[in-house]
């Protein structure tokens, strides 16, 4: 009997372990962030503007069950290396796109810089979650961000990516 209830917790702990999510540890922004994403990941970089400043962000992600995981990291440009509280109101309006990006309106008060937050939204045809963090490091804005449908995303070993998630010292 032990041995029968022994095999039955066993299948279960692997029924629950998803062979989509084949975990590699990525290093991106010269080792400013290193974690983990589920695939193989890919790498895009793209000039983005917020508050008339440009910046070449670079996304390394990975998609397993319909969930994007992403790292992001993007050199601040000189005027705002030595520029602290302007550096802070451009990681804040990358952080304001994502509610807006999900037409949820951002509460007045923001969460802190380098602090998870999730937002629950609308997407094309299904709610959407966005569990994500932006942060200041060194002279670096760097975020992490776990995007999917929402059915999905609890589905998903999300806390496995957060677990694995290793910054500099974020403000």
Not at 60 to 73: I, P, Q, R, S, W
Not at 120 to 140: H, K, S
Request: contains cysteine; negative net charge.
């Amino acid at each position: 009997m032990l041995r029968l209830i022994g095999v039955v917790l066993c299948g279960l702990a692997l029924a629950g372990c998803s062979p989509d999510f084949d975990w590699r540890v990525v290093s991106v922004g010269d080792g400013m962030v290193t974690g983990v994403l589920p695939a193989r990941p890919h790498t895009q970089t793209r000039t983005i503007d917020f508050d008339g400043q440009s910046l070449d962000l670079s996304l390394t992600m990975a998609e397993a069950n319909d969930v994007l995981f992403v790292l992001g990291h993007a050199v601040l440009p000189e005027t705002l290396q030595g520029d602290r509280p302007a550096a802070r109101v451009l990681a804040t309006a990358v952080m304001v796109s994502f509610y807006r990006n999900l037409g949820v309106t951002p509460p007045e008060v923001l969460p802190a810089l380098g602090a998870r937050f999730i937002i629950d939204g609308q997407g094309t045809e299904d709610p959407v979650r966005i569990e994500a963090l932006v942060g200041l490091t060194g002279g670096a804005l760097v975020e992490a961000v776990v995007m999917g449908k929402r059915q999905m995303f609890e589905r998903a070993p999300v806390q496995d990516f957060w677990t694995a998630l290793k910054t500099g010292r974020l403000d």
